[in-house]
């Protein structure tokens, strides 16, 4: 849903499949495939979608959940591209160009360890998947090129070149990162 700031009254509101949430937001340029969407230059939000959404219940994702990365256009919120997700993100982080998406899979607890999945929008392939650690819980790109991802449990932040879609490591980061924001 977008709203106008000043007045308080809504604008426009994105048509969801019945049952869905939209759990992460992120802004950047239409992706590669708004062409064929009738959608040339602008901006695109971007969301993860959960079908059908979460439950109220303890189990907060029902068994067969789908997840997908859904694009709109920034000014009427109209269809832009959808591509399906084989897990379940916890954060989306775009590339300003809207050529990549970065989604973090992590958890919290548990036996399955988190990672960070680079995702062609062009092709809709991930182009990289690395491990990260449990508890990896934000994610933000620089427009300067770098993809940053929190580890609260490990006082760090670990980094990606954007432009070469490589890992570079990690960086002390002492007091726990739980939120990042990168700064244009």
Same mark, same amino acid.
């Given at each position: 849903m977008s709203f106008d700031t000043q007045t308080g009254q809504v604008r426009d509101q994105a048509v969801l499949p019945s049952g869905a949430a939209a759990t992460d937001l992120s802004l950047a340029a239409h992706p590669p495939t708004a062409g064929s969407f009738g959608l040339v230059g602008g901006q695109a939000v971007f969301a993860v979608v959960a079908d059908p959404g979460p439950s109220l219940d303890d189990d907060w994702w029902v068994p067969g959940t789908r997840f997908s990365l859904m694009a709109f256009g920034a000014d009427g919120l109209d269809g832009a591209g959808t591509w399906p997700l084989n897990g379940r993100p916890s954060a989306v982080a775009m590339l300003p160009d809207g050529a990549r998406a970065y989604l973090l899979e992590s958890a919290l607890f548990g036996a399955w360890? %988190? /990672? @960070?999945? %680079? #995702?062609? @929008?062009?092709?809709?392939? *991930?182009? /990289?998947?690395?491990?990260? *650690?449990? &508890?990896?819980?934000? #994610? $933000? =790109? %620089? *427009?300067? &090129?770098? $993809?940053? =991802? $929190?580890? *609260?449990?490990?006082?760090? #932040?670990? /980094? =990606?070149d954007t432009h070469t879609d490589t890992l570079l490591g990690d960086m002390a980061m002492p007091g726990a990162p739980i939120a990042l924001a990168a700064r244009p």
């Open positions: 360890q %988190s /990672r @960070l999945i %680079s #995702l062609d @929008l062009a092709t809709g392939a *991930p182009t /990289r998947r690395w491990p990260m *650690p449990t &508890g990896a819980m934000a #994610l $933000a =790109v %620089s *427009p300067a &090129g770098k $993809a940053y =991802v $929190a580890d *609260p449990f490990g006082d760090r #932040l670990w /980094r =990606v």
